[in-house]
């Protein structure tokens, strides 16, 4: 996923959490069965881990630019010509 | 949400989260409700009366009880728990309660009842103060939740006397 993909998950994640509770909470109420409301909401939970976690492509609508391999070549990565004594590891028996 | 595993967690904790602020609310609406219950004792027969050989008094009665607890019953409701005690007072105890009968009632269908029956528990004294003694027929209810807090409330009825002489 992309940053904007990431932020759009996790909405949309909160927002159909609170919904279905809500919806789940209103409807198990009227109908007077607290376990209407629990299916409802599990239902919820279900569709909405459907939804938000795989690595759907519409969430990747913003992708990264990632540098092109042959601009690399362009520019060279500088070496590193400092002597760095090297300590000796210590022994153990 | 950097990766599958952070918003699987972050997904079930909140969804956790929230299914805990739900029954908190749904316990709290069991606030609205304003039950109606009633009930009614006669006591038909006393089957034995007499002192026991370690000094406590004992009684035994037929009785018929009959209530009607149906607007007990809210969505939030699991079972109603409810028993009949018969109170008093003697010198030494300025209450005495004694279960005479219980049960569990599981829906609200079963909720209005007429039951014909002798004491299930022993009506037994601290003592042997009973004879004559006036008594009120309490019917105590508990209402237990399927999440949240319990309720409990009582009906009393008054009138009752036992015999002057042993049986």
């Not at chain 2, 918003?7 to 739900?22: D, G, S």
């Not at chain 2, 609310?25 to 109606?36: M, R, Y």
Request: net charge positive; aromatic share 14%.
């Amino acid at each position: 996923m992309d940053w904007e993909g990431q932020k759009v998950a996790e909405q949309l994640m909160q927002i159909m959490l609170v919904v279905f509770a809500i919806g789940g909470f209103i409807t198990g109420y009227f109908m007077g069965s607290f376990q209407l409301m629990l299916f409802i909401y599990a239902g919820g939970v279900v569709l909405t881990t459907l939804i938000t976690i795989p690595n759907w492509p519409f969430f990747n609508r913003h992708p990264l630019q990632w540098l092109d391999p042959s601009e690399i070549e362009k520019h060279p990565k500088p070496q590193v010509t400092s002597s760095i004594s090297k300590k000796q590891p210590s022994k153990k028996k | 949400m950097h990766s599958f595993g952070y918003r699987a967690n972050a997904l079930l904790t909140f969804a956790i989260t929230i299914l805990a602020v739900m029954c908190a609310i749904a316990s709290f609406s069991d606030n609205f409700n304003s039950p109606s219950p009633t009930s009614q004792v006669q006591v038909l027969n006393i089957n034995w009366f007499r002192n026991k050989p370690d000094g406590d008094d004992e009684v035994s009665m037929t009785m018929n009880i009959s209530a009607d607890l149906q607007s007990l019953f809210t969505w939030n409701t699991k079972q109603v728990f409810v028993f009949l005690a018969a109170e008093y007072k003697t010198r030494k105890n300025s209450l005495n309660q004694v279960s005479l009968w219980d049960g569990i009632i599981p829906a609200k269908e079963h909720a209005k009842f007429y039951i014909h029956t002798t004491n299930k528990y022993r009506f037994v004294d601290q003592g042997s103060n009973l004879r004559e003694r006036d008594f009120n027929m309490t019917l105590h209810w508990h209402v237990m939740p399927k999440t949240g807090k319990m309720f409990a409330d009582k009906i009393v009825m008054t009138g009752f006397r036992l015999p002057q002489a042993y049986r």
